[in-house]
């Protein structure tokens, strides 16, 4: 499905919320956000935690202005969203109408700014910070008065930011502040479709999440919608050290959260497996995507803090299948040195400047690892393997710096072009006997093998001899092509037959296109 | 003549570096040309001034790139058509132009490849009367072309708003950003090269197109002002001085004070004069000092995402403290903060009678907005004191003397000024009828 087609969908609204702060909530939010975009999707990140904002750090290699000195955010975009509820007021206006809509989505616009990431998958990420940083942020904060906000119809107006932002996007993710505040509300009352409540496995933060979620579901089911919200709890900082007190700790959390958590086919062994991220020191210095601290694609592994939030994002999504692609070691090692603590990694450049040449072959790396995550997601269907020309255009580096996944899609796609020399071969032979057996029969003037008086029938039975033989060949030549030990994988018995009945017909390996479903 | 379409990228920089956004522009629009050019080979096709390493001939590298680029990319801010390098870059650009003339309304006419980027949002340039395009540039205009028989609503998005947001909103902002880089690259890439300068140039000697006597320049080259000019009608940009404050998003700022200023035509309900601030750095009536609290005004103002709006009291007239009274009252009706700039020379003065009528407008709660003391000699006043000698209900900020301080604090006071303004809505509180209350957690009592 393409982006536009999925885009038609309403979008989903979730927030990320935590009663206390420290407890890994922007960087789950930060991961799942990363592996949406990395597998197609359209994703809207929301930075609500105003007082103190700090999501923007995990995207700062791909933030223009990443300090955000000159960038608005959401505080901006609220006192905009005030002006427009003032004027209503003062106008005596109680619905909001299609121009306070525009002037809604305008609002955002100005807040919103795309993360400076090719995603081979045409997914992308759009960042709404908390708001501009410098010495009047907090001025800008402090003075909003929500209440006031929401008596003078702003709930209209967030409704419609809500309504908004699901129409333009699959996913919107958004940052709560932590604890009970007027913010916190907003995040986790107004606008969600879906709650992932974090939590350490302590008291406080346990009882914190719990009761915040009761408050939020007795809100959800008394208000006018009445629409069910969703939670997922998810325990994070997971440490192994002391197994008895993980134990008992374990036990009492998923107590608490058992009321929470819709299972739907999973048991709840199955579901708290998933949705537990584990303590990883190297990860609580700087705010680095697990994408890119952990190998992914086919030299990842299970133990990892990427592996775990693919886990976390399966759930999330109901998407079995969504897992990190694999990202080259290049750019691996390009982005730690952005993120790097010192702050110089944004100043230090690789020892040799790629050029234009060297960028365009990255390029090409990261097309064909798309393709690969293509085939394999399209269940290895033929016509998705490397063409031609892109196999010609592989060099010996490309081949050293493909991991596995990669290395198996290019020996499978070589097969397949062996195998189109054997498609096309057959078919001529196929071909040569069909006309043979035709001419044979129309012109075969003996005695005894063609009864007297239907002489005129006789070249319609040529043609329909002649056809069963060419489905007799093409199924006997299918089927020797397929005991072969070198078919691509994906491809059968079925396909072969297929493929060679249809002859030049047949639809043709084309070079990657972006805009294909 | 040089056959790669490369563009010169003048614009001038705030008290920071060059703006991050600018910079990702700058770097992108080059790409682009370069891509629609089919040229991949460095150097860039751009060329701006922070490429330009210390050491090297500043003014060389600068005059050479004016002399040989296919064309000018002028970043349109207040600030440009204030800077003399500016005006220079621009200036030694357009005599480059081989039709170029002025019209009856003199206005610089059939420019050639000079492409002007506004920055900012439309109110901006729209506020104030000498915050937009100086008269003589407004021919020098560029909006991307829509073309109604080919259905790009995206293109048509994005121009809107550009048109209403300015470059520094669309950079980044997708799909507007690509668009519009497409449609400023493909203008580029179009435009035919123009020759060298006749003579050489320095910069100590390069016109500033700001201070050049145009008409002189065009009599002695015996070139007529074209009586039908061929370029064409200029994209219908907001008129300036008619932009009207609005809530919380505005500011108007009362400058009580006898320096001296320049009566703007506009008229409006909230004032009976508003002041006019030249961007030309030509003698014209504004008191230096003066002239700086009004550009830190608005460079506070732009920082907090506020229109400014600047309008002149004199102290002196009798009916002065009554019709600030009126003026105020009717902002605080729609939500519209004020300050009160008080020229501390102004307030005290020996006149007692007056001090009290100012102080009884201070005191008045039928208006939201600070009171501000500005300073421009002696020692700074104690603004504690006033306020307490006059009973006064709200504070009294002096402002810094040094600009930067001055721009911070400025900020701070509106934005306290915004929130004092939303919450009192001129006075009514009253919720409107049907509007919902924040939704709030309740009942949480982790603690056992």
Not at chain 2, 194 to 216: C, G, H, M, Y
Request: net charge neutral; with cysteine.
């Amino acid at each position: 499905m393409s982006n536009k087609t999925r885009a038609a969908l309403p979008g989903r609204v979730v927030t990320f919320y935590s009663y206390k702060g420290g407890t890994g909530r922007s960087m789950a939010l930060a991961n799942f956000a990363w592996l949406l975009a990395a597998n197609g999707r359209s994703v809207a990140v929301v930075d609500w935690d105003l007082e103190a904002p700090g999501l923007h750090r995990y995207f700062r290699p791909w933030l223009t202005d990443s300090d955000l000195l000159e960038t608005d955010g959401l505080i901006d975009a609220f006192w905009q969203f005030a002006s427009a509820a003032v004027t209503r007021s003062t106008a005596g206006t109680a619905a909001p109408s299609s121009h306070f809509a525009s002037e809604v989505a305008d609002a955002l616009e100005d807040s919103t700014r795309r993360l400076n990431q090719k995603f081979v998958t045409e997914g992308y990420i759009d960042f709404i910070c908390a708001g501009r940083q410098g010495p009047t942020y907090s001025e800008r904060v402090n003075t909003f008065d929500w209440k006031r906000f929401y008596e003078l119809g702003g709930a209209q107006i967030v409704g419609a930011a809500r309504d908004y932002l699901r129409a333009k996007y699959e996913w919107v993710l958004i940052d709560s502040r932590t604890g009970v505040s007027d913010t916190s509300g907003i995040c986790t009352i107004h606008m969600p479709d879906t709650v992932v409540a974090c939590f350490t496995l302590n008291r406080q933060s346990v009882d914190g999440v719990a009761a915040i979620l009761r408050s939020i579901r007795e809100y959800r089911s008394s208000s006018v919608d009445g629409s069910k919200i969703k939670f997922f709890p998810v325990a994070t900082r997971i440490e192994n050290g002391e197994a008895k007190r993980l134990e008992i700790g374990r036990a009492y959390a998923r107590r608490m959260m058992a009321e929470f958590v819709s299972f739907g086919g999973m048991g709840p062994r199955d579901y708290w497996d998933s949705m537990e991220i584990s303590y990883r020191p190297a990860y609580a210095f700087e705010e680095t995507l697990a994408a890119f601290g952990d190998a992914s694609g086919a030299t990842g592994a299970a133990d990892t803090m990427l592996s775990q939030l693919e886990e976390v994002s399966q759930i999330l999504t109901g998407d079995r299948t969504l897992r990190m692609p694999e990202v080259l070691d290049d750019e691996r090692a390009a982005v730690l040195e952005r993120y790097a603590f010192d702050g110089k990694g944004s100043q230090r450049r690789p020892a040799s400047e790629p050029d234009n040449a060297q960028r365009g072959d990255s390029e090409f790396r990261r097309l064909v690892i798309a393709k690969e995550q293509l085939w394999r997601h399209s269940g290895f269907r033929w016509h998705l393997l490397l063409s031609r020309r892109e196999l010609e255009l592989i060099t010996e580096e490309d081949r050293k710096s493909f991991g596995r996944d990669a290395s198996s899609f290019l020996l499978q796609s070589q097969r397949g072009e062996k195998l189109v020399a054997w498609l096309n071969i057959l078919f001529a032979f196929c071909s040569v006997v069909t006309v043979m057996v035709i001419v044979a029969v129309a012109t075969y003037n003996g005695t005894g093998l063609w009864p007297k008086g239907l002489d005129s029938l006789r070249p319609l039975f040529a043609i329909s001899l002649g056809l069963a033989t060419y489905v007799l060949t093409a199924a006997l030549s299918s089927y020797l092509v397929s005991v072969r030990g070198d078919l691509p994988y994906g491809v059968s018995y079925l396909t072969i037959l297929s493929l060679l009945m249809r002859g030049p017909l047949r639809p043709q390996i084309l070079d990657y296109d972006r805009s294909t479903p | 003549m040089n056959d790669r379409p490369t563009f010169f990228f003048s614009h001038t920089r705030q008290e920071r570096e060059v703006s991050k956004f600018m910079a990702k522009f700058f770097r992108d629009l080059g790409d682009r040309v370069a891509a629609f050019s089919g040229s991949t080979v460095p150097p860039s096709l751009g060329i701006i001034d922070v490429q330009v390493n210390q050491g090297e001939d500043w003014d060389s590298e600068i005059l050479a790139g004016l002399s040989h680029s296919r064309a000018l990319v002028a970043i349109y801010t207040p600030l440009f058509f204030r800077r003399p390098h500016c005006g220079k870059e621009l200036g030694e650009f357009l005599l480059r132009s081989r039709r170029m003339g002025l019209d009856t309304e003199g206005t610089l006419a059939d420019v050639e490849n000079v492409l002007p980027i506004r920055w900012y949002p439309e109110a901006v340039y729209s506020v104030n009367a000498d915050c937009g395009v100086p008269r003589l540039l407004h021919r020098i205009s560029y909006l991307p072309a829509v073309d109604p028989s080919q259905e790009n609503p995206e293109l048509e998005k994005a121009v809107q708003r550009y048109r209403l947001r300015g470059m520094e909103r669309c950079v980044d902002v997708e799909p507007y950003y690509q668009e519009l880089l497409d449609q400023f690259a493909l203008t580029i890439v179009k435009m035919q090269p123009l020759p060298p300068p006749t003579q050489p140039v320095s910069f100590a000697t390069a016109r500033n197109v700001f201070e050049f006597d145009w008409k002189r320049h065009f009599a002695a080259q015996q070139s007529s002002a074209p009586e039908s000019p061929t370029a064409a009608t200029p994209p219908d940009w907001a008129t300036p001085g008619a932009t009207p404050p609005t809530p919380l998003t505005s500011i108007v700022g009362y400058y009580i004070t006898r320096r001296s200023w320049v009566r703007q035509d506009t008229q409006v309900d909230y004032a009976e004069s508003l002041i006019a601030e030249s961007t030309s750095g030509e003698a014209d009536g504004v008191d230096d000092a003066l002239r700086t609290v009004l550009n830190d005004f608005r460079e506070a103002g732009l920082r907090e995402n506020l229109t400014i709006v600047s309008a002149g009291l004199d102290p002196t007239q009798p009916a002065m403290p009554a019709t600030l009274q009126a003026n105020l009252e009717t902002l605080a009706k729609r939500s519209i903060p004020a300050a009160l700039v008080i020229d501390a020379a102004e307030w005290p003065s020996t006149d007692e009678q007056r001090n009290e009528a100012i102080a009884a407008v201070m005191r008045s709660s039928s208006w939201t907005g600070v009171i501000l003391l500005v300073s421009f000699t002696g020692a700074l006043p104690n603004a504690d004191q006033l306020g307490h000698a006059y009973q006064l209900p709200r504070p009294v900020i002096t402002l810094p003397r040094d600009s930067r301080e001055r721009v911070t604090a400025l900020g701070r006071v509106m934005a306290e000024a915004r929130g004092q303004s939303m919450r009192t809505r001129g006075g009514d509180s009253t919720a409107i009828p049907g509007a919902e209350g924040l939704p709030l957690l309740k009942n949480v009592k982790p603690s056992r």
